[in-house]
């Protein structure tokens, strides 16, 4: 089970960091991603790492995240990480990790493991 944890309400211009792990047992993943979804949207893509590789690919309908949001993994205790700053109002949704013993990238539908959801609040 991927545990997700982090601080979800912030005002505008301000900055979250997201975590995810598994919980109660060390997995391997190939691959783990960040997604969201607003409400009455489609689910969408953030940023997926390749963690064997440390390659990272961000969605090209997020060229305006990529200076804001991070990701990053940390080997030892098998988390992903998302890092956002200079959020905006429209940065609000339920945002989600993911992870895949596959590289399925940006594909969220091909991930086998999500994370409960941190609903993301910014308010302006």
């Known amino acids: 089970q991927l545990v997700e944890s982090g601080r979800g309400s912030v005002q505008a211009g301000g900055s979250l960091r997201l975590s995810c792990a598994f919980s109660g047992y060390t997995y391997s993943a190939h691959c783990m991603g960040w997604f969201r979804q607003a409400p009455g949207k489609e689910r969408e893509a953030i940023v997926s790492?390749?963690?064997?590789?440390?390659?990272?690919?961000?969605?090209d309908s997020m060229d305006s995240m990529k200076d804001r949001f991070t990701i990053s993994y940390d080997p030892t205790s098998h988390t992903v990480s998302l890092q956002m700053s200079d959020l905006k109002p429209e940065d609000s949704a339920v945002y989600y990790c993911a992870a895949d013993e596959l590289n399925h990238g940006l594909a969220w539908r091909g991930y086998t493991y999500w994370s409960q959801g941190t609903q993301v609040t910014v308010s302006s």
């Open positions: 790492m390749n963690v064997r590789t440390g390659n990272t690919r961000y969605s």
